[in-house]
């Protein structure tokens, strides 16, 4: 797997990534404020055709818009994250679609210190689904994507407005 903006600190085991947050790190494209950001940290590999991926998130999360998730990518202006987002001092799962400009969906997070996340896609079409750990996953977004081949997949994590945070990616797999 490689990094798309590298972040200072990370370290990877069998199992686990963890990773530190640079400061003002972002994926994001036009919408509310004309900005393009596209220095997130993305830790991906290459995937063709139909593709299933998940991991468990979990994070330090502590300033507005602190957030980490699975990332599928075709280039700088199309991709798709999603994961937990800070808004307002609350968790939330997020899901941003870009297609040249970015759009955002938000759903109160359940309580808990963790979330598996997935992402499937079958052609063009692409779901996203969350739940506790261990336990059923709910769709959470439908939506068009590109079926071009290869595009990038992983995991990601961005500070847009703070100082840092520390996540954790465990149990992630990657199966065509």
């Given at each position: 797997?490689?990094?798309?903006?590298?972040?200072?600190?990370?370290?990877?085991?069998?199992?686990?990534?963890?990773?530190?947050?640079?400061?003002?790190?972002?994926f994001w494209r036009l919408t509310h404020d004309g900005g393009i950001r596209d220095s997130g940290h993305f830790?991906?590999?290459?995937?063709?055709?139909?593709?299933?991926?998940?991991?468990?998130?979990?994070?330090?999360?502590?300033?507005?818009?602190?957030?980490?998730?699975?990332?599928?990518?075709?280039?700088?202006?199309?991709?798709?994250?999603?994961?937990?987002?800070?808004?307002?001092?609350?968790?939330?799962?997020?899901?941003?679609?870009?297609?040249?400009?970015?759009?955002?969906?938000?759903?109160?997070?359940?309580?808990?210190?963790?979330?598996?996340?997935?992402?499937?896609?079958?052609?063009?079409?692409?779901?996203?689904?969350?739940?506790?750990?261990?336990?059923?996953?709910?769709?959470?977004?439908?939506?068009?994507?590109?079926?071009?081949?290869?595009?990038?997949?992983?995991?990601?994590?961005?500070?847009?407005?703070?100082?840092?945070?520390?996540?954790?990616?465990?149990?992630?797999?990657?199966?065509?």
């Amino acid at each position: 797997m490689n990094w798309l903006n590298e972040p200072t600190t990370w370290r990877k085991d069998d199992s686990t990534l963890s990773v530190r947050s640079d400061p003002k790190t972002d994926f994001w494209r036009l919408t509310h404020d004309g900005g393009i950001r596209d220095s997130g940290h993305f830790f991906h590999q290459s995937a063709s055709g139909d593709f299933v991926m998940t991991a468990i998130v979990e994070g330090a999360y502590r300033e507005q818009y602190d957030q980490s998730g699975l990332m599928i990518r075709l280039n700088e202006t199309d991709w798709i994250k999603c994961g937990i987002e800070v808004v307002d001092g609350k968790q939330f799962v997020s899901a941003v679609v870009t297609r040249s400009t970015s759009d955002w969906s938000k759903l109160l997070a359940p309580k808990s210190d963790s979330l598996t996340f997935r992402i499937q896609r079958t052609r063009d079409l692409v779901e996203i689904f969350y739940g506790e750990p261990n336990s059923k996953l709910e769709l959470y977004r439908q939506t068009s994507f590109s079926s071009e081949n290869p595009i990038q997949v992983g995991l990601m994590t961005a500070s847009p407005s703070g100082t840092g945070f520390s996540t954790e990616f465990s149990e992630w797999s990657i199966e065509s």
